[in-house]
């Protein structure tokens, strides 16, 4: 019975906990864990630069009037979409052809294909991205 309470309030504050980010060090790779509802996801970054890289691309309104978050689908405001960070997360992306960086808030899902993110249409042309590109990831806050 004893056991049983403890298991069920885990998972009440699993159930109530807000969406949070964790990092620990793990041999030459440091594991980033998402948390977000009742999903974990771990993604593997680099030691050093803490970051994830990866082929971005931008979207537009085929996505439709509204992002995953419930905002207005804005093509000129700097977001973008992820399939695991969580909302309001803001993110630098780095074109690793150019070096441009730009901060995007993360307010819809996807990218759907071997992509890492999807950045608006301005937050693309910000960092010299038309189309796709090779980027870098890191989370500001």
């Not at 041999?27 to 977000?36: L, N, R, S």
């Not at 189309?131 to 989370?139: A, E, I, M, P, T």
Request: net charge positive; charged share 20%; glycine share 6%.
């Amino acid at each position: 019975m004893k056991n049983s309470l403890i298991i069920l309030i885990a998972l009440i504050s699993i159930m109530i906990t807000p969406v949070e980010a964790k990092e620990s060090k793990h041999k030459d790779k440091q594991i980033t864990t998402i948390v977000q509802k009742h999903k974990v996801k771990k993604v593997k970054t680099t030691k050093k630069s803490n970051s994830l890289v990866g082929m971005a691309s931008w979207y537009g309104y085929e996505s439709g009037p509204k992002t995953a978050n419930g905002e207005k689908f804005n093509p000129n405001h700097l977001t973008a979409a992820h399939k695991h960070i969580p909302f309001g997360t803001k993110v630098k992306v780095t074109n690793l052809k150019n070096n441009k960086s730009v901060i995007v808030v993360i307010n819809d899902r996807g990218p759907f294909n071997n992509r890492i993110i999807d950045l608006t249409k301005s937050a693309a042309k910000a960092i010299g991205i038309n189309g796709v590109g090779k980027v870098s990831l890191s989370v500001v806050s």
